[in-house]
């Protein structure tokens, strides 16, 4: 580890204790979205469309509604139309129109997939029997499935009643949701001045989150008209939200209870299933429970985008950049919102650039609509930035570290949406890059007849969400505190947030027992993404311990009838500053405290944390006859604030070490020209398994976060954002090939050396 | 409809030691069979098709995926899952070394994994780490990029020496 700050003798923080809800995940008690059961539920299954685009002109239901077991049927007439209000919701934003049509198709279904009716019967298997027994009419369209088609004249468009912004121009029929643009300084003048100008465009396949978990979602709806909703979310208030929206409620009237939650990486944002069960259950006042298929979550949730970015960059006779251009085109989906804000943020993020212009396009297609993955519409900027980076230093001889930290961006660095970076870590991650064992080594480059190595490195950004979050806490009388919170624990935060209360109170991680609630036990909190959980609810979880010591010392005050500003409090003992004969242990203040309960709560809205920023190295060896890669050697390198819980940190890190590299590699919605995706199974959507990849290492650099009491910076999105590049980067090391397409298959490996030839 | 009743099965096993009677549909996966008929839920879903190894369980010494295997094929077997793993004394030392390496992010995956682990220690007391890649080849993780599964993996065999 690397660290920048002074050693401040933290108790708790930097410790590995075992994190609170281990026991019941290692001993298969923990309860997920599916596995919950309760007293008559039914099962629901939905019937969703063989067709990527497609007008719906009628659907017969009556004879699945005939059959025995079968208890209700819904289609979209069931749930309210909703207007085009524009919502905006931490990682989400779009309209209230487009959230709903996403559950349940109305007049037309966008992607293969697309849910048109639902179904509540007695068990999965008559649910399933029911589904097919409905008869739709559709009339078939064309679909578009790539920027290139969408963008085309005369393309099919998905939405003919949606206005477009187009750099402030409201447009109509066009599959451009928004094309957005951000200058700063005088590119054609920066480019005029350059010694050496590179241009590169990248196409990213479509990919998918690829959580081990399908989504599900089960309701009740009262007769009171409340509904409750039990589900494996990534922000049980986001589901609150959106499903009160969905079914036109008061918010109050919809109580969201989080299961623990099999993984997410952003897809467990949107809802899908959760409106249907709630419908489902209005109609047969017993409670249903949805469940997806692994196809229907290839089919319908995820995807993170693809599309095309160019990217040029202009350097002048020093190395010095100059001017940079993107033109990043990002496919939406079927509804609007690619992330292309994101994806301005990010392109140029690593880079002190004085003058830049970046044009942004959201574009729809028929395919399912784009969720948040990890770092959104980061990786697929990155992969054009750092190409061309690599090839400027190819060509020009420069150390890719020397190069990068030659025009490393720091703080003050201007950013490209106008604000200037705050204190940041990337010249530390360079620094940590240079000196590590993995660049300081030396790589066989032709180790045997037919295989040939490669190195490659590429750094990587992302700028961590603040927002809203809530904790509560609450004294018990043996003087262990309780913590309800409200951010689901997708890895580890329920252990991250209580050590940072542990840390104020200075007692054990262990004496901090956390709970995530539901949505009626705790003041709002956004979602588990962003990687805003243990910045921004341990940052509650501060402030709510500072006031618990607060509320300890006023009671200690009453009980022995001496002022406050007499008393203090450290490591578990209140005492009086003064009269060494009055001091309470926690337990001992906690036993009948005057006035009642010892408890406090906070909670916070917070900016962005800082930035994160990470540098990945990346070994590779190549068989030139069959193109298969092995990732042979891999070290990421993170500034990762400060690392309250190590081990999860460099889990984090690696984790998204390998999701990038899968992407790299592996990975791809591989579709037809229909729009039907061909390869929706874990057989052939090529996740990295054990035996891919090799160990890897990390070096976390701790460079603190001016926003965070104890400098925390979000960690689990910067480390999926260089592996692409990296590869790419090596694969060119390895062969003399610039591979621009993901993913880097064997076969497009084989093509271009056939080329080459 | 009347095509559609099939009569249910009677089926006698052994899960985690304790023999049962059980009825069940001859259409229905092992998985099924656990978490819907017997009611543990610890065995996962998480494709159904025998390619993520979530619901990884052990039958008569071999470990399956219980989505490919149906529950009327169990009469008389002996299946393991990981409910069966920990004893009243304490859990097993691959339990303990997943908690302590970190080796469990989201836990959705953990089951199927512990099983699976749990078959190579009985049978191999100190695989390599490239037998532990091969011997988990079988089961998805999508959230530590393994390294700290292997190193717990490990970890444990060293340590039930």
Not at chain 1, 211 to 219: C, N, W
Not at chain 1, 652 to 657: D, K, L, V, Y
Not at chain 2, 66 to 87: P, Q, R, Y
């Amino acid at each position: 580890m690397v660290s920048t700050s002074e050693n401040k003798n933290y108790k708790v923080i930097g410790t590995r204790p075992i994190r609170h809800d281990g026991y019941d995940k290692v001993t298969g008690r923990a309860q997920y979205g599916a596995d919950i059961k309760l007293p008559g539920m039914l099962i629901g299954a939905v019937l969703r469309s063989p067709y990527a685009h497609a007008k719906i002109k009628s659907i017969d239901t009556s004879e699945a509604e005939k059959m025995d077991g079968v208890f209700a049927v819904m289609t979209s007439k069931d749930l309210p139309r909703l207007g085009d209000v524009v919502r905006g919701n931490s990682e989400e934003s779009g309209s209230e129109k487009h959230l709903s049509e996403n559950v349940m198709a109305f007049d037309k279904v966008l992607y293969k997939g697309h849910v048109v009716a639902g179904v509540a019967a007695k068990d999965q298997n008559t649910a399933f029997e029911a589904v097919k027994k409905i008869k739709v009419d559709y009339e078939v369209l064309k679909p578009v499935i790539n920027v290139d088609q969408a963008m085309a004249k005369d393309a099919p468009i998905l939405h003919e009643d949606y206005t477009g912004d187009h750099l402030g121009k409201k447009v109509k029929n066009s599959n451009v949701a928004a094309h957005a643009r951000h200058e700063v300084g005088d590119i054609d003048d920066g480019f005029k001045k350059s010694d050496l100008v590179v241009e590169k465009e990248v196409d990213m396949q479509t990919v998918h989150q690829g959580y081990i978990e399908p989504h599900s979602g089960t309701a009740v709806w009262d007769e009171e008209d409340r509904v409750k909703v039990w589900t494996s979310t990534q922000g049980s208030f986001s589901v609150r939200d959106s499903v009160s929206k969905v079914l036109d409620l008061d918010v109050s009237r919809v109580k969201v209870t989080p299961m623990e939650i099999g993984g997410g990486f952003g897809g467990k944002i949107p809802i899908y299933l959760e409106p249907i069960a709630a419908v489902l259950s209005k109609k047969t006042r017993r409670p249903v429970k949805a469940m997806m298929s692994r196809t229907d979550v290839f089919d319908a949730t995820g995807p993170g985008p693809g599309g095309k970015v160019k990217v040029k960059i202009g350097i002048d006779s020093e190395g010095k950049i100059l001017a940079a251009y993107a033109d990043i085109r990002l496919e939406a989906g079927a509804y609007p919102e690619a992330f292309i804000e994101a994806a301005a943020k990010c392109v140029f993020s690593c880079y002190d650039v004085p003058s830049m212009k970046i044009d942004a396009y959201d574009v729809l297609v028929n395919k399912p609509s784009s969720a948040p993955y990890r770092a959104p519409a980061s990786p697929q900027v990155a992969f054009a930035t750092e190409t061309v980076v690599d090839e400027i230093c190819e060509i020009k001889g420069y150390d890719p570290i020397d190069f990068r930290l030659m025009n490393v961006a720091e703080k003050g660095t201007r950013t490209a949406l106008g604000p200037k970076y705050r204190t940041i870590g990337l010249k530390e991650c360079l620094e940590a890059a240079k000196n590590s064992n993995h660049w300081k080594s030396t790589l066989d480059s032709n180790p045997s007849p037919g295989k040939k190595r490669g190195r490659g490195i590429a750094s990587g950004y992302w700028f961590n969400i603040g927002f809203k979050s809530s904790v509560n806490l609450s004294l018990n009388p043996d003087g262990k505190v309780a913590l309800t919170e409200g951010s689901t624990d997708i890895g580890g935060s329920r252990a991250s947030i209580a050590m940072q209360a542990a840390e104020v109170l200075g007692i054990a991680a262990e004496d901090v027992r956390p709970s995530v609630v539901d949505t009626d036990s705790i003041g709002i909190t956004d979602v588990t993404g962003g990687s805003r959980t243990t910045y921004a609810t341990g940052y509650a979880a501060y402030n709510a311990a500072h006031k618990l010591i607060e509320e300890i010392i006023e009671k200690a005050a009453i009980k022995w009838d001496i002022s406050e500003d007499q008393i203090e409090y450290s490591d578990g003992i209140v005492k009086s500053k003064t009269d060494s004969e009055l001091k309470m242990t926690l337990k001992e203040i906690a036993d009948d405290p005057p006035g009642g309960p010892i408890v406090s709560s906070a909670s916070v809205d917070l900016e962005e944390a800082g930035g994160g920023f990470a540098v990945h190295i990346a070994d590779l060896e190549i068989d030139e006859e069959t193109g298969k890669t092995d990732v042979i050697n891999y070290t990421a390198i993170q500034d990762v604030g400060k690392a309250i819980h190590p081990s999860y940190v460099e889990g984090q890190m690696q984790g998204g070490a390998a999701q990038g590299i899968g992407w790299a590699l592996n990975e791809e919605y591989f579709m037809n020209e229909d729009g039907v995706m061909l390869n929706s199974s874990y057989l052939d959507y090529r996740m990295p398994i054990a035996l891919d990849l090799p160990m890897i290492d990390t070096i976390m650099v701790e460079v603190p976060s001016e926003e965070h009491p104890y400098g925390v910076r979000g960690v689990g999105e910067p480390p999926i954002v260089p592996p692409v590049p990296a590869i790419g980067n090596a694969i060119n090391d390895a062969l003399g090939l610039r591979l621009l397409s993901t993913p880097m298959k064997p076969s497009r490996i084989t093509e271009a050396l056939k080329r080459k030839k | 409809m009347a095509e559609n009743k099939v009569k249910k099965v009677a089926v006698n096993t052994k899960i985690n030691g304790e023999e049962m009677d059980i009825l069940v549909d001859p259409y229905v996966s092992l998985l099924e069979t656990l978490r819907e008929v017997v009611g543990i839920t610890g065995t996962k879903e998480g494709c159904n098709d025998g390619n993520c190894g979530a619901c990884t369980v052990n039958l008569d010494g071999r470990i399956v995926d219980s989505c490919l295997v149906l529950g009327v094929e169990v009469e008389g077997k002996n299946i393991e899952t990981v409910e069966g793993m920990a004893t009243p004394d304490g859990l097993h030392p691959l339990q303990q070394a997943f908690l302590e390496e970190a080796a469990l992010q989201c836990g959705i995956c953990t089951p199927g994994f512990l099983v699976s682990a749990k078959a190579l220690l009985d049978n191999e007391p100190d695989p390599s780490e490239e037998r532990i890649r091969h011997w988990l080849a079988g089961n998805l993780c999508r959230c530590t990029g393994y390294d700290k599964i292997v190193k717990a993996v490990s970890k444990a065999s060293k340590e039930s020496k």
